[in-house]
């Protein structure tokens, strides 16, 4: 019988239904000499779910997302994303695994003296034959795209405008407008409401779930916020100490439940 | 009922000095003096020279204009050195800096390779360098343009390399995540995030090759350099007081000009 990591994305395919966008298998971090940040992790989520990562400070959220894309190499354990195990595939298929979905940070992440709308041509280095020519390269069509794009988180009419004079809520449009010019199957949100007011937070998580919905894409975000799991996710995983100590759809009687994760 | 608060320990004003410091301190200071007398400094022998000095520096005026033209042509010619030196010197600066930058370099071997090159351009002064092209490619502008491309290599590589790996490294990982290649990341993130930096640096070693223009047309070099070399050999000191005056005013000029571009364009 076979062993090791090989064999479990064997098992992990094949006992994996089609239609499941993120599988993860025993999934294992530690920095350096520190404790484990994640420890044995199982989570496997279905194509076109909306699901809410919950945990206190440290509970490993942040590291599970970056793990997700191999922005932070796990140590133990198999990524399997649209079926692409990611340990052992060479860089370029990384590449392409990570252009299929988008990654929207806490501190949105954008090139502060570029404009908003070079911005969100970003989005398409992915996929652009030109690599580090493409943004000067940047053809009407492209162009065309980022602005409809802009328009779809409501910022067209800042598209010129440099990012670092932008608020904290138009920032993250125009990090979800970049993820966005991706054309991406799954958005992953690290945070992405963390750093702003209650209004502003509740605006974007309404973007965000939105355009997931009309897109059919898959959803995971983190949060610390109790009430946008519950209002926006089907389902809520909780993490504590780098595992899994919940994992249940979104239903009206779970905020007791939810509440001990943070406890 | 109101309390007196208790008595802290108050610290001391200046805190003791630690004793390694503090002998490190005194060693440099015995240094200074040493070096002092080894370079037989002496107020009163510079004194006793004033006199002489004064006599040479008469000597210069009144500034001569017999040869104002070709004198402005040579200091043209060093201009020219200095922006096209400077400018292809920073063009090759990027490479080297992406290559010496330690999160950017491909293996820490290339990073090593590219700091040990750029330190030897920066190390090797630009006479040698000039010396060495001359040798290589005849007399003339073209020489000492080589040489200050080598030595804007030397100065901005490093800088730039430095700035590259200050450059915030969440936009960096944004790209990363999205699927850009590393070339990509590199210039649509650390690239912007390092202009500024790299500008202002740019900016310095423009006045530094202005500067540096000057002295290498002393090796046949080109530019006004060879001119002041031809007068002084000559003590044509007239003609060398409209020269020094000439290339003072090329000097400020490009400072003037490179801090107003620097106020400008770094905001």
Redesign the interface.
């Known amino acids: 019988m076979p062993h090791g990591v090989a064999a479990l994305a064997n098992h992990t395919l094949a006992n994996t239904p089609l239609a499941t966008d993120i599988v993860v298998e025993g999934l294992e971090k530690r920095f350096g000499d520190g404790p484990p940040v994640l420890r044995g992790i199982d989570l496997s989520v279905r194509r076109g779910e909306t699901v809410a990562l919950i945990g206190a400070n440290g509970a490993g959220k942040s590291t599970l997302m970056r793990c997700l894309?191999h922005?932070v190499k796990p140590d133990a354990g198999e990524v399997v994303l649209f079926g692409v195990r990611l340990n052992g595939v060479r860089q370029r298929e990384v590449?392409?695994?990570?252009?299929?979905?988008?990654?929207v940070?806490q501190?949105h992440?954008?090139?502060?003296?570029?404009s908003a709308l070079a911005n969100v041509l970003?989005?398409a280095?992915?996929?652009?034959p030109f690599?580090?020519?493409?943004?000067s390269l940047s053809p009407a069509a492209l162009r065309d795209e980022a602005m409809a794009c802009l328009d779809r988180v409501g910022l067209a009419h800042l598209a010129r405008q440099r990012a670092d004079t932008l608020s904290g809520g138009q920032s993250q449009r125009v990090?979800i407008a970049?993820?966005l010019m991706?054309r991406p199957e799954m958005l992953l949100a690290d945070e992405p409401v963390a750093s702003l007011d209650p209004a502003a937070g509740e605006e974007v998580m309404d973007l965000f779930t939105s355009l997931a919905r009309q897109e059919g894409l898959t959803l995971v975000f983190t949060t610390h916020n109790m009430s946008h799991a519950l209002t926006y996710a089907q389902r809520i995983v909780g993490l504590r100490d780098g595992r899994i100590a919940l994992d249940r759809p979104t239903t009206d009687g779970l905020a007791s439940e939810l509440a001990q994760i943070f406890a | 009922m109101h309390r007196p608060a208790a008595r802290l320990d108050r610290p001391p004003r200046f805190d003791r000095p630690n004793p390694v410091a503090f002998l490190a301190t005194v060693l440099a200071l015995g240094f200074l003096v040493v070096s002092l007398q080894g370079v037989g400094f002496s107020a009163s022998t510079f004194v006793a020279g004033l006199p002489q000095m004064g006599r040479f520096a008469a000597g210069l005026f009144p500034p001569s204009t017999d040869r104002l033209e070709p004198v402005l042509w040579a200091l043209l010619e060093t201009f020219q050195m200095a922006v096209a030196g400077t400018a292809l010197g920073i063009l090759l600066s990027l490479p080297f800096g992406v290559l010496a930058a330690r999160r950017l370099s491909p293996h820490p071997s290339v990073e090593i390779a590219a700091r040990g090159l750029i330190s030897l351009f920066r190390t090797v002064p630009d006479l040698i360098w000039a010396l060495f092209f001359v040798v290589t490619v005849g007399l003339g502008p073209f020489a000492g343009t080589l040489a200050l491309i080598v030595d804007t290599i030397g100065f901005c590589g490093r800088f730039f390399a430095e700035a590259m790996e200050e450059a915030d490294r969440g936009p960096q990982e944004a790209l990363t995540a999205l699927g850009a290649r590393p070339a990509a990341v590199i210039a649509c993130a650390v690239f912007p995030a390092a202009l500024p930096s790299m500008i202002a640096t740019g900016l310095f070693s423009l006045e530094k090759a202005t500067r540096s223009s000057v002295v290498l047309g002393l090796v046949g070099a080109g530019g006004i350099g060879m001119e002041l070399e031809v007068a002084l050999t000559f003590f044509n000191y007239q003609e060398a007081a409209t020269i020094i005056l000439c290339i003072f005013v090329l000097v400020l000029v490009v400072e003037q000009a490179s801090s107003l571009l620097r106020r400008r364009i770094i905001t």
């Not at chain 1, 690599?131 to 943004?135: K, T």
């Open positions: 894309l922005l590449r392409r695994v990570r252009n299929r979905v988008g990654f940070f501190r992440n954008l090139v502060p003296r570029l970003h989005g280095l992915g996929r652009s690599g580090a020519l493409h943004r990090a970049r993820a991706q």
